[in-house]
């Protein structure tokens, strides 16, 4: 009887150490993003959603809607800002408009490379933007890669800044953009990331422009085959929380969160170097024309009527100096 007893009470325990384990989730972060399921930034989200849920014991879950369920970029940060969408990875572009800081990390050529950039995000200018997202209603938690966003148009080989003059081009719903574009000559035309196959395709548009993997997942290589590596914006992309859907959590699972983001970030950073080499041999073999010798200085010293609108405070000033100091 003894015997049966004990090993009940292990079999118990050993039910109630499994029913912990595989508790079923209290908290269930919805989180958007625009791209496709297997694209590095959705993954990522994902490997943040298993180390939230292993550190919370299973209570904290994070569902991830790719492919731009939850709707584009613009209305799915409306959405955050009221706690209908818990989580989402955007673009810096278009959170411009919204969140005054983020605008200098979004300006053309302002940072010289990619390394530049992780230098500066991953330090104190970068915390310093994060933080600036809560007057608004977020709460920022990580800097993804968008790599560097170069043009591609269905028309013709651009080589030069005189190629794209007056040609119709695709921007992200930010003002900054639409200077960048008319400071180079072209018509500039916001619109969101989805309306850009059919509107290439349609003649609506001409061109955007964007990095080797999303120019490559959004098929935009399929209608608009002429890439010109100019490299003129390396824009950061950021994981925010709704302050709404935050401030519904204990501190220690604030924390379980704020710590999955950031340990996604390598995560991130190892899948997009392999999705950047993938695309771009996807796209050469579909026989995409890309042109990789470019004088970018022309397009720099255009830039200098948008850094001039748009860097306007001594504390803007003193932002850009910093950056450029960033070694
Ligand atoms: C991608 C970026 C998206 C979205 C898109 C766009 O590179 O990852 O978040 O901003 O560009 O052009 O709208």
């Given at each position: 009887?003894?015997?049966?007893?004990?090993?009940?009470?292990?079999?118990?325990a050993?039910a109630?150490?499994?029913?912990?384990?595989?508790?079923?989730?209290?908290?269930?972060?919805?989180?958007?993003?625009?791209?496709?399921?297997?694209?590095?930034?959705?993954?990522a989200?994902k490997h943040?959603?298993?180390?939230?849920?292993?550190?919370?014991?299973?209570?904290?879950?994070?569902?991830?809607?790719?492919s731009?369920?939850?709707?584009?970029?613009?209305?799915?940060?409306?959405?955050?800002?009221f706690?209908?969408?818990?989580?989402?990875r955007v673009?810096?572009?278009?959170?411009?408009?919204?969140?005054?800081?983020?605008?200098?990390?979004?300006?053309?050529?302002?940072?010289?490379?990619?390394?530049?950039?992780?230098?500066?995000m991953?330090?104190?200018?970068?915390?310093?933007i994060?933080?600036?997202?809560?007057?608004?209603g977020?709460v920022?938690?990580a800097?993804?890669?968008?790599?560097?966003?170069?043009?591609?148009?269905?028309?013709?080989?651009?080589?030069?800044?005189?190629?794209?003059?007056?040609m119709?081009?695709?921007?992200?719903?930010?003002?900054?953009f639409?200077?960048?574009?008319t400071?180079?000559?072209?018509?500039?035309?916001?619109?969101?990331?989805?309306?850009?196959?059919?509107?290439?395709?349609?003649?609506?548009?001409?061109?955007?422009?964007?990095?080797?993997?999303?120019?490559?997942?959004?098929?935009h290589?399929?209608?608009?085959?002429?890439?010109?590596?100019?490299?003129?914006?390396?824009?950061?992309?950021?994981?925010?929380?709704?302050?709404?859907?935050?401030?519904?959590?204990?501190p220690e699972?604030?924390?379980?969160?704020?710590?999955?983001?950031k340990?996604?970030?390598?995560?991130?950073?190892k899948?997009?170097?392999?999705?950047?080499?993938a695309s771009e041999?996807?796209i050469?073999?579909?026989?995409?024309e890309?042109?990789t010798?470019?004088?970018?200085?022309?397009?720099?010293?255009?830039?200098?009527?948008?850094?001039?609108?748009?860097v306007?405070?001594?504390?803007?000033?003193?932002?850009?100096?910093?950056?450029?100091?960033t070694?």
């Open positions: 009887m003894k015997q049966l007893k004990t090993t009940l009470a292990a079999l118990l050993t109630a150490m499994a029913g912990a384990a595989m508790a079923e989730c209290e908290v269930t972060l919805k989180s958007s993003d625009t791209h496709p399921d297997g694209y590095p930034t959705v993954e989200v943040m959603g298993a180390l939230a849920k292993e550190r919370s014991g299973g209570r904290i879950c994070i569902e991830v809607f790719h731009a369920q939850l709707g584009e970029e613009k209305d799915t940060i409306e959405q955050t800002k706690g209908v969408i818990d989580l989402n673009s810096m572009g278009p959170f411009n408009n919204l969140v005054e800081q983020t605008k200098i990390v979004s300006l053309p050529y302002i940072f010289r490379n990619v390394n530049h950039m992780h230098k500066v991953d330090g104190a200018i970068g915390d310093e994060l933080a600036a997202f809560a007057p608004h977020f920022g938690l800097y993804y890669d968008g790599g560097s966003r170069s043009f591609y148009n269905s028309q013709k080989p651009i080589k030069s800044m005189e190629d794209l003059k007056g119709k081009v695709r921007v992200m719903q930010s003002d900054i639409v200077d960048m574009m400071a180079m000559g072209a018509s500039a035309t916001p619109m969101p990331y989805g309306e850009v196959y059919s509107a290439i395709q349609t003649g609506v548009i001409e061109g955007a422009e964007n990095n080797w993997p999303s120019y490559e997942s959004s098929g290589f399929e209608v608009a085959k002429y890439y010109t590596l100019d490299e003129h914006l390396i824009v950061p992309e950021v994981l925010v929380m709704s302050q709404v859907s935050w401030d519904r959590l204990s699972d604030q924390e379980i969160v704020k710590t999955a983001a340990d996604s970030v390598p995560v991130m950073r899948l997009w170097k392999e999705r950047e080499k041999e996807k050469r073999a579909a026989g995409a890309i042109i010798e470019i004088d970018k200085t022309p397009f720099i010293e255009a830039m200098i009527p948008v850094y001039e609108k748009y306007t405070s001594p504390e803007m000033r003193d932002l850009v100096k910093r950056i450029q100091a070694r």
